[in-house]
């Protein structure tokens, strides 16, 4: 499985931005794919996650309502719409895939920064 994140960016306060992460290497009916996130000197951070079969969706309490995740199946590629974006948003986010059964994410990509200016 490769994962490729991006459209990170800096942005104002109170802005959207949208991350795509490229999923490829195999079929991913199966997956979990999922959005986290690690500002400097914190611990990485779960952010949001969806079933590509199905398409159910978490969030972590600090997004809910401001962020969407969402899947094409079409284009193998799964979306983070961030909206309302506070200066605490700002981390380096990175895109991650496991099996449905697993416990934890098997697969990264590689992050992208997200800077939220106040």
């Known amino acids: 499985v490769q994962l490729q994140a991006s459209g990170g960016g800096l942005v104002q306060a109170g802005n959207s931005l949208r991350l795509s992460c490229a999923a490829s290497?195999?079929?991913?009916?199966?997956?979990?794919m999922a959005w986290f996130r690690q500002a400097p000197g914190k611990e990485r951070e779960f952010v949001a996650d969806?079933?590509?079969?199905?398409?159910?969706?978490t969030y972590a309490d600090s997004v809910k309502g401001r962020f969407t995740i969402s899947r094409d199946n079409a284009k193998n590629t799964v979306y983070l719409q961030m909206n309302s974006l506070k200066p605490e948003d700002t981390a380096l986010y990175y895109c991650?895939?496991?099996?449905?059964?697993?416990?934890?994410?098997?697969?990264w990509g590689q992050g992208t920064q997200v800077t939220v200016s106040s």
């Open positions: 290497g195999r079929t991913f009916n199966n997956y979990v």
């Open positions: 969806i079933r590509w079969n199905g398409g159910s969706t």
């Open positions: 991650a895939a496991k099996l449905v059964l697993a416990g934890t994410y098997f697969w």
